[in-house]
């Protein structure tokens, strides 16, 4: 059974750092794309990054570029998420997921076929 279990959100105050884990089990994931999304009350879940695992190769959306960084160390079959610079507009809870494809990076919610129960994140002013 495939599983992915986020960890490391909490509360922050507005330009500080949090670093968000997602440890997947039941697959190698060292060929597959491991992606965050993440979703604010009210709001539809979006993307926040990716990082493939043949290549390394990663993708940020443009409200996190230069202020999030994503890993992945495919030998403990874990991915993680460097935030910093924290925004109050960043607090949502944020999901881990798994894309099997083996061709470009993809940003879709339905591209990915595994999922985490997600992490809540809040930042205050």
Known sequence: QVQLVE???GLVQAGGSLRLSCAASGRTFSRFTMGWFRQAP???REFVAAIKGTTGRTLYSDSVKGRFTISGDNAKNTVNLQM??????????YYCAADQSLVIIRTTIEAYEYWGQGTQVTVSS
């Open 7 to 9: 960890s490391g959100g």
């Open 84 to 93: 910093n610079s924290l925004k109050p507009e960043d607090t949502a809870v």
């Open 42 to 44: 009210g709001k539809e």
